[in-house]
DNA sequence: TCCTATTTTGGAAACGATTCCATTTTAATA
DNA sequence: TATTAAAATGGAATCGTTTCCAAAATAGGA
């Protein structure tokens, strides 16, 4: 009862020919008489033919697939990454495995190690943990989102540090002095690191002092219990933004009279869900396009093409909590 | 120079064993003697052998492949379903295939197709057009999010009747008389369309006037141009509500005070960053397992197991929108 | 009509694993 | 020690494609 599912074979026979034949139809190639090509179309059709790309991989030693590893597709910022290198992708005839590492490094390393054994064609590794060997040793061609992974994978960043800059001088500009900065973990390698350094640098300079907390369960009220005349407040991303401006209200801060707030990341969703934020966005889509680009350069062998730095400028997006 | 992936003829070469053996020793299968074993683990060491997962995916015919097609992984609600998807499979041993429909049919045909031929063990389909026929012939495991696709294809979904009965007695409850429903595109088969229903059955059971507005760029200005005494909006999901609310407040409406809003979807993400939204609030991470479950009895052969028609039921959280 | 170049086709060997079956080796029991 | 069962191993076929190579058919030109 249990059918079989068709396999070229089972067309080249319906159709009187060889298996070389109905695999020329199939792929176009070589000489294919028009009689016969017409038979072969016409069996496949019959059979509801679908030709198996398992088969074809292994054969070709090619699977066009990209694996995708980053930390969760349940945020904003990675979500819109995600889509949009799912589209570019897409139209050029790739598909993506989705792997939400969660921040942990076993399961990136579990996934890396399974990415291989699918025979990836390549990996955009936006997670970030520290100390993940294998990205120095594989042969992949890989892209890394914000990440430094090994000497020969190249980068794709937007300015974090001009980010760090363009917020913080925005908020002196406005007339703060006492500013705080909330950062994301410091265990991982993020970006959000060279914000930081530029909130430090430029408060340094202005002869501000400078406070950095570590983002956690009690951060937010412990900065707030701890700096009640705090003026500005620069988050590394919007999700630690909006949850400052829930805290603030709820405390009877009125912003952006009292106190300003200015996050990070600028992704559609929070600016349509938060449209009053002020932020520092990040062009996603073009660093999802140029992820794309330079992957498929790698896989396609044109590595001379390939720049190991790029960083993509931000852009304050001012809204009316500064 | 360009030296081939080792395979595993490469280790049983290197170990002094066959391919059978080998093999054995990569799926703990069958008798191995304890000496043979570590010459094998060895080689595998030294050779940085990694078990090529599309040769295994031909011969046993499984490839451990779930495909996802969904909108767009750009919107809160699909974003952390599609995230709870990838966490379950993956805890099951399988990985996930990304596919974003955009709300195009060609796009998601094109897609189930791929799929096919990618020999997946399996769909869950979560985007929303009508008049795709292949799923009514296909033999494939397929589990539907909030649509109907063929006889027998389980649907999991929340009982959107309800919720839309509990936003809109909320909303009455509140004093509210004159409410207007801003519904999503009709022509997509979404679940909003019994939420709508709820609506209005619910409408003409107190006496009242019901209207229902499809979103488009300009609906929510007409909106309020049309219906300036507007006293309670109830919007298909969250995004439209805080587009809703963002004209309000530019109108000048006080809410909850003139206007109160309520939105419909609850993901993680919509609370963060806008939780003083009044919201319908759908299960999504036990939608996602229970499609898992779904989708895992199938792909095993448990069809007794399946029930075709799932509904979970839907939470009010209250906000300050109301 | 014959010869050569082009077009059209098919046979068989890959791709890198798994598994069936058979065979050899080791251990256990009488 | 002989006998038998269990443990350990290998050979060859297979999964469903693609491609190399050779052969057959057709067409074109002298």
Same mark, same amino acid.
């Given at each position: 009862?249990?059918?079989?599912?068709?396999?070229?074979?089972?067309?080249?026979?319906?159709?009187?020919?060889?298996?070389?034949?109905?695999?020329?139809?199939?792929?176009?190639?070589?000489?294919?008489?028009?009689?016969?090509?017409?038979?072969?179309?016409?069996?496949?059709?019959?059979?509801?033919?679908?030709?198996?790309?398992?088969?074809? +991989?292994?054969?070709?030693?090619?699977?066009?697939?990209?694996?995708?590893?980053?930390?969760?597709?349940?945020?904003?910022?990675?979500?819109?990454?995600?889509?949009?290198?799912?589209?570019?992708?897409?139209?050029?005839?790739?598909?993506?495995?989705?792997?939400?590492?969660?921040?942990?490094?076993?399961?990136?390393?579990?996934?890396?190690?399974?990415?291989?054994?699918?025979?990836?064609?390549?990996?955009?590794?936006?997670?970030?943990?520290?100390?993940?060997?294998?990205?120095?040793?594989?042969?992949?061609?890989?892209?890394?989102?914000?990440?430094?992974?090994?000497?020969?994978?190249?980068?794709?960043? +937007?300015?974090?540090?001009?980010?760090?800059?363009?917020?913080?001088?925005?908020?002196?500009?406005?007339?703060?002095?006492?500013?705080?900065?909330?950062?994301?973990?410091?265990?991982?390698?993020?970006?959000?690191?060279?914000?930081?350094?530029?909130?430090?640098?430029?408060?340094?300079?202005?002869?501000?002092?400078?406070?950095?907390?570590?983002? +956690?369960?009690?951060?937010?009220?412990?900065?707030?219990?701890?700096?009640?005349?705090?003026?500005?407040?620069?988050?590394?991303?919007?999700?630690?933004?909006?949850?400052?401006?829930?805290?603030?209200?709820?405390?009877?801060?009125?912003?952006?009279?009292?106190?300003?707030?200015?996050?990070?990341?600028?992704?559609?969703?929070?600016?349509?869900?938060?449209?009053?934020?002020?932020?520092?966005?990040?062009?996603?889509?073009?660093?999802?396009?140029?992820?794309?680009?330079?992957?498929?350069?790698?896989?396609?062998?044109?590595?001379?093409?390939?720049?190991?730095?790029? +960083?993509?400028?931000?852009?304050?997006?001012?809204?009316?909590?500064?």
């Amino acid at each position: 009862m249990e059918l079989r599912k068709p396999k070229l074979e089972d067309v080249a026979k319906l159709a009187g020919v060889s298996r070389t034949t109905v695999s020329r139809v199939l792929n176009n190639r070589g000489y294919i008489g028009d009689k016969t090509r017409e038979k072969v179309y016409q069996a496949m059709e019959t059979l509801d033919y679908h030709p198996n790309e398992i088969a074809r +991989s292994l054969f070709i030693n090619k699977t066009n697939i990209i694996g995708l590893i980053f930390p969760t597709t349940n945020n904003p910022f990675y979500a819109q990454m995600i889509y949009h290198l799912e589209n570019n992708f897409e139209a050029l005839g790739y598909k993506v495995l989705l792997c939400n590492s969660g921040g942990r490094v076993d399961k990136e390393r579990a996934y890396l190690d399974m990415l291989q054994r699918h025979q990836v064609d390549g990996i955009v590794a936006g997670a970030h943990n520290r100390g993940i060997e294998i990205y120095e040793k594989t042969k992949l061609p890989i892209v890394s989102i914000d990440r430094y992974l090994a000497p020969h994978v190249p980068v794709v960043s +937007s300015d974090n540090y001009a980010g760090g800059i363009l917020a913080t001088s925005l908020l002196l500009d406005k007339g703060c002095q006492h500013i705080i900065h909330i950062n994301g973990p410091i265990d991982l390698e993020t970006p959000a690191n060279l914000r930081r350094k530029a909130y430090e640098d430029i408060m340094k300079k202005n002869g501000l002092p400078y406070l950095t907390y570590e983002i +956690s369960e009690t951060t937010i009220r412990d900065l707030f219990d701890q700096n009640p005349h705090v003026e500005g407040i620069f988050a590394s991303d919007d999700l630690i933004a909006t949850q400052v401006l829930t805290e603030a209200r709820k405390r009877g801060y009125r912003v952006p009279e009292d106190l300003k707030v200015i996050g990070y990341d600028g992704a559609d969703m929070t600016c349509i869900l938060r449209p009053e934020l002020t932020t520092i966005q990040q062009p996603i889509d073009a660093m999802a396009e140029l992820s794309v680009q330079l992957l498929i350069d790698q896989i396609e062998q044109r590595t001379d093409q390939i720049t190991l730095h790029n +960083s993509l400028s931000v852009k304050l997006i001012e809204g009316q909590t500064t």
